[in-house]
C-alpha cells in the first residue's frame, strides 16, 4: 500500500543483545511518528508466545506474518531484534525477496566487552550471566549478499537513527493529516 512517501517500507534493525537495537526503534517510532509499526522479536517471541529462540520456532513465522501484515496495511515496519542468521535467515530471505524495492536492513555491529558493559545498565541484567552472553554473541553475523548496511558501535543513537531515517526515504515528513493532529 501506498504512504505519503510511497510504498510502505520495511527496516530490518540487527545485532547482538545490548546493541542498540530496541533504542534504535523506538526512536525511529518517535521521530517519524503514526504511520510506523514497531515489530520486536522479543516482544513476540518472548511476550506474546512465551518461546525460547530455538530453529523452527512459531515466532519465526509470527514475526513473518505481522511484518507482511503492517506493511501490507501502509504502515513502515521497523523489525528489530536479534534475529540471528542461523534461525532467522530463512524467514529474512523471504522478506527481503518479496519487498526488495522498500526493504533496508542495518547491522549494529558493536564488540563484545561493550554489550557486556551496555547489558549491566539493563533491567534484566541480574538475569542474565555473562557467560550466557558469550554463549549468545555472534560476532558480524551478517545475512548473505550484503544487504546489510554495518554501523559501527562508535555510532551515536542520534547518528544511527538519522543514518536509517536518511536512508530509508524516512526522513521526509509525512503531511499534514486533514482530520487533526496525529497521534
Known sequence: MLTSI??????V???????????VAAELRARYGQGLAL???DNLRKVVLRERDVAG????GLIDLTVRHALEHGF????????????YGDMLKGLLADYTARAHCFYLDVPFEETLTRHATKPI???VSEQELREWYQALDLLPGGTETVVPASSSLDATVSLIMRETGLDRPPPPSPCGPRL
Do not use: D
Open 57 to 60: 520456532g512459531a515466532n519465526i
Open 76 to 87: 513502515h515496519t521497523v523489525l528489530e531484534g536479534i534475529l540471528c542468521t542461523q534461525h
Open 125 to 127: 541484567a541480574h538475569e
Open 13 to 23: 534493525v540487527r545485532g547482538n543483545s545490548a546493541s542498540g537495537k530496541s533504542s
Open 6 to 11: 510511497g510504498p510502505a517500507r520495511l527496516v
Open 39 to 41: 515489530v520486536g522479536q
